[in-house]
């Protein structure tokens, strides 16, 4: 009886070994492309027009840049350009490929106690909260919009690791764990808008302030430099490239909307 | 607490509906864990009959070591598994990172020194009252570990369904060395924080619901095969 269920256990495992198959690749994405539900979009599009079977992992941007300086994925998706340039000076990736953008907004408690809705540039925006000591939650792990949020603080020039604990909260996590966080602590969060329009326990929080130029957000692709790690497939990796700059993905991506708002604008050319 | 109800209703909802993409992360699920529990058994079991029953210099300090290991952090394991897989790690030309065999090895190592504990001390207690047969019988070293094997069979199913309900449940270490890829590395657990992480509390209720059952389902279903609690066999 045991080594019936041992064979067909084994059988099993056999069974479901990854096939040899076509083609595949690893990209490792920001939590926003992911969660924005775009990546459920494009998969299956770019499986029927490429035959690539892409393998997504959803991480943020510093982690996104890690694995491809490892060697463990075949291109990157991020969104953070000082990252980027460092990322291809250092040899990682030859160049980057602008493929869309979206903006940040800043989310907030209904009541938007910092009254960030009149500001009129970002950096206000930021200085009231600061100033009023709302409570803000940071997401804190060196992704793409972490480092956005840095440099906002740092526009004002105050150092957040001076802020104190009972307002600013670094919370270290992705996107959706950081909305879950401020939503449950009623406090404001930097987002992109994608992440945010997908979010689904938005709690009492409501969008204040968007618009500033300064809260762009790049999204580019970057392969990873075959030179540096030979193993990486730089074929796929290029052929992807292609096809997310061409016309039927930038389509797509153009034409992708939540509630009937647009979440990301194409720019890939 | 509507969450919650939602989370009930989603999990009937998709156990109900027969799920596809359900019925592949659970099976993916079972795929790594059981195999890691396989693995793991086959190591831990009997290196706890090696430990009761042979006397060593540091078997104090291997035992308590061993006993220390059942507290492995998995976020840790997960952690050096991937430095030693990564395509930078002296491992990274197997290419095994971001694969179910990473998932298993990270599995192995965090569940095996909790089965060989538990393996140890049920065969040290048997080992106690088998030793004068044992040695009266002149039975080799190997002999004496496979009769304590055999009779305390019992006892070592428990240390196995321990190290099965660590592993199935873990979450930490396989996320990092499986990278929560779609149709080939997610499963229950990682699917549960992907979707916490959405703010879909009511599917991942759900399926920690349906990964609480499956627990449950695949402990009686070892149980009953190996009919245990049987009347004049307790």
Redo the contacts between chains.
């Keep these: 009886m045991k080594y019936f269920l041992l064979t067909i256990w084994f059988g099993f495992l056999l069974h479901s070994a990854p096939l040899a198959q076509a083609e595949e690749m690893r990209l490792a994405v920001t939590t926003s492309f992911h969660n924005s539900g775009l990546s459920k979009l494009l998969l299956p599009k770019i499986k029927r027009d490429t035959g690539i079977d892409v393998h997504l992992l959803v991480v943020g941007t510093g982690q996104a840049l890690k694995l491809g300086r490892a060697g463990d994925v075949d291109a990157i998706l991020v969104h953070s350009r000082l990252a980027e340039d460092a990322f291809i000076a250092d040899g990682f990736a030859p160049y980057r490929r602008e493929i869309m953008y979206n903006d940040f907004v800043l989310v907030g408690p209904e009541t938007d106690p910092a009254n960030i809705q009149n500001a009129t540039s970002a950096a206000q925006a930021f200085e009231r909260i600061w100033k009023t000591k709302s409570p803000f939650v940071s997401r804190g792990d060196n992704s793409g919009t972490h480092l956005k949020e840095m440099a906002l603080w740092a526009s004002m020039s105050s150092d957040t690791s001076s802020f104190t604990p009972d307002w600013y909260r670094a919370a270290g996590a992705g996107m959706g764990a950081t909305l879950n966080t401020a939503s449950a602590m009623n406090a404001y969060v930097m987002s992109d808008r994608a992440s945010w329009l997908k979010f689904a326990n938005k709690g009492a929080l409501k969008l204040h302030y968007s618009g500033d130029p300064v809260l762009f957000n790049q999204y580019a692709y970057l392969p990873v430099s075959d030179d540096k790690h030979p193993h990486v497939q730089g074929a796929v990796a290029r052929k992807l490239e292609n096809w997310l700059v061409g016309s039927v993905a930038q389509n797509l991506i153009g034409n992708y909307t939540i509630n009937g708002q647009h979440l990301f604008t194409p720019n890939g050319q | 607490m509507n969450d919650l109800w939602r989370g009930l209703s989603e999990a009937v909802r998709l156990i109900v509906s027969l799920d596809a993409a359900l019925i592949e992360i659970v ?2 699920s079972l ?1 790594v864990t ?2 890691a529990v ?1 693995i793991a058994s086959l190591i831990g079991l009997p290196l706890g009959a090696l430990i009761a029953v042979n006397r060593f210099r540091f078997r104090r300090a291997t035992i308590a070591l061993l006993n220390a290991l059942m507290g492995l952090p998995p976020v840790v394991v997960g952690l050096i598994v991937y430095i030693l897989l ?4 002296p491992f ?1 030309v197997l ?1 095994l ?3 179910p065999t990473a998932m298993i090895i990270a599995q192995v190592i965090i569940i095996t020194p909790l089965i060989a504990s538990i393996a140890h001390q049920a065969i040290r207690d048997l080992w106690a009252e088998y030793h004068d047969l044992l040695i009266s019988l002149n039975t080799t070293k190997r002999q004496r570990m496979a009769t304590l094997i055999w009779d305390s069979r019992r006892s070592l199913l428990t240390a196995s369904l321990a190290g099965f309900g660590r592993a199935i449940g873990e979450v930490g270490a396989i996320m990092i060395v499986g ?4 149709h ?1 590395t997610r499963v229950l657990t990682t699917a549960i924080a ?1 979707e ?6 009511g599917l991942a209720l759900g399926l920690g619901f349906i990964l609480i059952a499956l627990a449950i389902v695949i402990n009686l279903t070892i149980h009953t ?1 190996s009919q245990t609690e049987r009347g004049g066999r307790w």
């Design positions: 099976l993916r795929q059981v195999s396989l990564s395509r930078s790690g990274g290419g990172l971001f694969t990278g929560n890829i779609d080939v992907l916490t992480g959405k703010g879909d509390f095969i």
